[in-house]
């Protein structure tokens, strides 16, 4: 399972909400995940407020 607090833990020079969906498809395209679990908020200013469907969009 691929939780978004380990993301932003390891990912350090995220600056805009905008890396962090790039990194999520990424992410997704070099392991096998199944399941993706937003645990936290996105720390970014530019955070929209449909976070949570626009990351489950780049996931899946």
Request: net charge negative; no cysteine.
């Amino acid at each position: 399972m691929l939780n978004l607090s380990e993301i932003l833990i390891q990912h350090h020079e995220l600056q805009t909400f905008e890396e962090l969906v790039e990194l999520v498809k990424q992410h997704t395209k070099t392991t096998e995940e199944r399941f993706f679990r937003m645990d936290i908020l996105p720390p970014f200013s530019d955070t929209p407020d449909n976070w949570e469907d626009r990351l489950e969009a780049a996931f899946y």
